[in-house]
């Protein structure tokens, strides 16, 4: 049967718009929930990979008030998985193909970071992570690249942002924090650095400063563009894979996702 209704026929008015508050769905809350109890157990890997697809959901669904605990939850996770990695060994690797997958190797099995200088090969980072992941093993890793003789540190994404490097063999030269754009990072030679070496320390020192100034060098060149609070939470989201210990960046997030929340 077909029905014939001219424009005439409608009471607009009728069918206004019914002003509903989204709901997470139960999968979000159960990942939610999952990386809450894994962070409580210590168990900081496997509750960052929950809590990010719990958010990762969350966003895509425009839970504001969801995003805004889920964020506080991930500060933790990562500011934990930071000082398991700076206090874990240090490798600054730039020697031949097969020496990179054993120290890389080596790093996923005790955990630390990994600093790769750019030597035209590839090294496929995200299956050790996959790796460190399912081993409950703090792993991160950076970029070391050669530009015009000078070398500078970026995040193994892309080359957002970069901090210059300065070599040294001198363990008492540390780094001078500074303004993100200013910042100048301070590291021993190429090589393995483990606990109690006094080069650790250094590098480790230098590790916390170049990470957050890698995040807010590139969100200070995203917020050029004036944009609505979905489209910065996205950009903040992008500074927060750079750097998922950032307690700034992180902070913005969950304001911005309260302000958000307030104007559903």
């Given at each position: 049967?077909?029905?014939?209704?001219?424009?005439?026929d409608?009471?607009i008015?009728r069918?206004?718009?019914?002003?509903?508050v989204?709901?997470?769905?139960?999968?979000?809350?159960r990942?939610?929930?999952?990386?809450?109890?894994?962070?409580?157990m210590?168990r900081?890997?496997?509750?960052?990979?929950?809590?990010?697809?719990?958010e990762?959901q969350?966003?895509?669904?425009r839970?504001?008030?969801?995003?805004?605990g889920?964020?506080?939850s991930?500060l933790?996770?990562?500011?934990?998985i930071?000082?398991?990695?700076?206090?874990?060994?240090?490798a600054?690797?730039?020697?031949?193909?097969?020496?990179?997958?054993?120290?890389?190797?080596?790093?996923?099995?005790?955990?630390?970071?990994g600093?790769?200088?750019?030597?035209?090969?590839?090294?496929?980072t995200?299956?050790?992570?996959?790796?460190?992941?399912?081993?409950?093993?703090?792993?991160?890793?950076?970029?070391l690249?050669?530009?015009?003789g000078?070398?500078?540190?970026?995040?193994?994404?892309?080359r957002?942002f970069?901090?210059p490097v300065?070599?040294t063999t001198?363990?008492?030269?540390?780094?001078v924090?500074?303004a993100?754009?200013?910042?100048?990072?301070?590291?021993?030679?190429?090589?393995?650095?483990?606990?109690?070496?006094?080069?650790?320390?250094q590098?480790?020192?230098?590790?916390?400063?170049?990470w957050?100034?890698?995040?807010?060098?590139?969100?200070a060149?995203?917020?050029?563009?004036?944009?609505?609070?979905?489209?910065?939470?996205?950009?903040?989201?992008?500074?927060?894979?750079?750097?998922?210990?950032?307690?700034?960046?992180?902070?913005?997030?969950?304001?911005l996702?309260?302000?958000?929340?307030?104007?559903v």
């Amino acid at each position: 049967m077909v029905i014939n209704l001219k424009y005439k026929d409608l009471n607009i008015n009728r069918y206004k718009p019914i002003r509903t508050v989204a709901t997470p769905s139960n999968f979000v809350l159960r990942l939610w929930d999952s990386g809450q109890s894994l962070l409580a157990m210590g168990r900081y890997v496997a509750a960052r990979r929950e809590l990010e697809a719990a958010e990762q959901q969350a966003f895509r669904q425009r839970h504001a008030a969801v995003l805004a605990g889920i964020y506080l939850s991930l500060l933790e996770a990562g500011r934990q998985i930071r000082h398991l990695c700076c206090d874990g060994l240090i490798a600054i690797i730039a020697d031949h193909k097969l020496n990179r997958f054993h120290v890389t190797r080596e790093l996923v099995n005790s955990g630390g970071v990994g600093l790769m200088m750019d030597t035209g090969r590839k090294l496929d980072t995200h299956s050790f992570s996959q790796r460190s992941v399912a081993k409950e093993v703090a792993v991160e890793f950076l970029r070391l690249v050669s530009i015009k003789g000078s070398w500078y540190l970026t995040p193994m994404g892309g080359r957002y942002f970069v901090v210059p490097v300065i070599w040294t063999t001198d363990p008492e030269q540390l780094i001078v924090p500074a303004a993100p754009e200013n910042l100048i990072a301070i590291l021993p030679p190429p090589g393995i650095y483990r606990p109690g070496d006094p080069h650790h320390a250094q590098a480790r020192e230098t590790l916390f400063l170049v990470w957050e100034a890698l995040a807010l060098g590139y969100l200070a060149r995203r917020h050029q563009q004036r944009r609505d609070g979905w489209a910065e939470l996205a950009v903040l989201r992008q500074a927060r894979k750079i750097d998922p210990a950032c307690e700034r960046i992180l902070m913005q997030m969950i304001t911005l996702a309260e302000s958000l929340r307030v104007r559903v």
